[in-house]
């Protein structure tokens, strides 16, 4: 196994399809309530999910959906060879607590809002070398652990610039395979299967940071949007391909106003992505009514969604061919209470439609 | 390439050698006071390594580390195919703000105090795989970040209790390659080379989250020892090996009363590793003069000793194989406080003795 695309750029090419064999999503009330609602797996009513903290919540909402995810690929625990996860909160103790019961060699990223992109790039990578015949990727965040994390605690009451995003609170989870799901008729069958159709990574570009010096912490979007560019133009280098080449272009959370950042900045590239670009962030909620400012954010916001609504249709053949791009702001309260810029990362996967 | 080892347990053996081509240390003058002290690349008498902030200074120890790693592999930046790197910091800030300058393709990871051990398991995977030629492994922690982290900001003078263990300044840096080390008497020579012989990564075993119950986050090496336990118990089992198959086991940061924990609870196992356990966190200071109680803790502890006193001895034939093991606790200050209990992680490296 030689991956393709030389040293020198950013980005890997398998020259196996990686299968895509499962993919789960619990939300929160409000994402039911969004555009999506009817999409996700499980929405639950209780933001405390059972628990008596918000950060107990995210590790249960993060590990059930680890574990539909494991499920709905036919599978139980023993069977994955490795997980690759994170969150966003100091030391990912959403993850460490979460899928700490789940027995599994792990392996514990942060890549902030990047980190399902993060995850996938890496099981990617294992699944197409021969390290593991299955491979657990998983993110999540919650509305209630950010805002305590990054901001002030819910109680406080505190007002958001319109620029801010909402956190998502959302888990997303994938099962990555080196065999393709199994059919609808057998035993163990897989839902990401439709007929003969199937999701597969077929290539990764490996984010780098980037850092415009933006200082704005409730504007998270034009931080990340450099990133995003950097990581999408590199992508299209790499590959030798234009935005045409992709049915669509999904980044993670940024929002209106790192949206509209990104489209201008790829301009100057004279990369024109309008007809094909696509916001996670955007997607999740309706802006109208359900009042979010520039729209999701959250490790959970691309990772639900990708697992929802975008997996899916890939593996009917909706789409042929996608590039999935999280994007991560990363900084800290420490960091943004000393004055620091916040550096943005963005990894992107892509993932094409396959017959079996 | 076919990885050996089969599903089912949680070890890759490579079938083709992972060599290391260079290896750096820094550290802060307490740590350049100690046993090891001649043996870091540099000992910063300033602890802000020239900065305004405790965070910054531990980026620019990370960056250092990192950039003196590449230079001593005979390479620049651009180079590096890939870096994985990581720290103890809430989203991880000092990896993200040092290493984000350099430009490299960046894999994010947060494994606490093991992040050394997780960021030499990926990197050996990626390169084994064919996917870069040269991959940066990095980590760092610093004495001052972390006690404000995690406990009390300085100032405050808080005493610490016999089990507590003294966090590190320093940081480690590995570049992997898919090719031996360059001679002495060649341009671009790499220090990793001793005559003809050189480090190599021959396998990894990839830690699970062993959580015993332990609350006390002033006993680190106590909740971490189980972890060790586990991981040191698998990769003996996965390889067929017993503790005389390794000149050498070295546990990251578990110190005093971790290491004998882990004695007990691997004697139960009916494995006696007395012989042959060592542990970085009792190397790195002279308990006797320097007052750090159970040990050195930190990501930067077991990551600094092995660039500085356990690769050299490698690749000089001193010893012919060894288990690095480093040692993560998962904890933060939110969880501790909520009245969690803290996980262990631990991820192994089996490095040997080669001659070209």
Redesign the interface.
């Known amino acids: ?3 393709g695309i030389p ?2 750029t ?1 980005s ?1 090419e398998f020259l196996q399809p990686v299968y895509i064999e499962s993919a789960a999503s619990i939300t929160g009330q409000k994402e039911g309530q969004g555009p999506l609602g009817n999409l996700f797996d499980m929405v639950s009513e209780d933001p405390l999910f059972g628990t008596k ?1 918000w ?2 919540a995210e590790s249960t909402l993060q590990k059930e959906t680890a574990s539909l995810a494991i499920g709905k690929a036919g599978l139980t625990a ?1 069977d994955i ?2 997980v690759f996860a ?1 969150d ?6 959403a993850s ?2 979460g ?3 789940m ?10 809002c990047s980190t399902m992109g ?1 995850a996938l ?2 099981g990617a ?2 699944v ?6 299955h491979v657990l990727c998983a993110a999540s965040s919650h509305f209630a652990t950010a805002e ?2 990054f901001r002030f605690p819910l109680g406080y009451g505190n007002q958001r610039p319109l620029s801010s995003t909402w956190t998502v609170t959302g888990s997303g989870a994938c099962v990555l395979g080196s065999k393709p799901p199994v059919p609808e008729d057998q035993k163990h069958a897989s839902p990401m299967r439709y007929k003969n159709g199937c999701a597969v990574i077929t290539g990764i570009t ?6 415009f010096g933006f200082k704005d912490s409730l504007n998270m979007g034009g931080c990340m949007a450099p990133a995003a560019c950097s990581t999408i133009a590199q992508n299209l280098s790499d590959f030798g391909r234009t935005p045409k080449d992709y049915d669509a272009v999904f980044t993670g959370d940024l929002g209106m106003i790192g949206q509209q950042i990104l489209l201008d900045l790829l301009s100057e590239k004279n990369i024109d992505l309008h007809s094909v670009h696509q916001d996670c962030g955007l997607m999740i909620y309706d802006n109208e009514t359900q009042d979010t400012h520039s729209g999701g954010s959250g490790c959970g916001c691309s990772a639900s969604v990708l697992a929802a609504a975008i997996l899916p249709e890939i593996a009917r053949g909706t789409w042929k061919r996608i590039l999935f791009v999280p994007t991560g702001a ?6 943004y209470n ?1 004055g ?1 810029s916040v ?1 943005g ?1 963005a990894h992107a996967v892509v993932i094409e439609h396959s017959e079996i």
């Open positions: 196994m030689k991956p040293a020198g950013a890997i903290t950060e107990a023993p060879r490795m994170g966003l909160l100091a030391q990912t103790i460490s607590f899928i700490a019961e027995d599994i060699p792990y392996y514990g990223l942060y890549g902030a993060e790039s890496l990578m294992t197409a070398a021969g390290y593991g015949e305590k994390e490996i984010g780098k940071l980037v850092d990363m900084l800290s309260k420490v960091s000393e620091e550096p990362i």
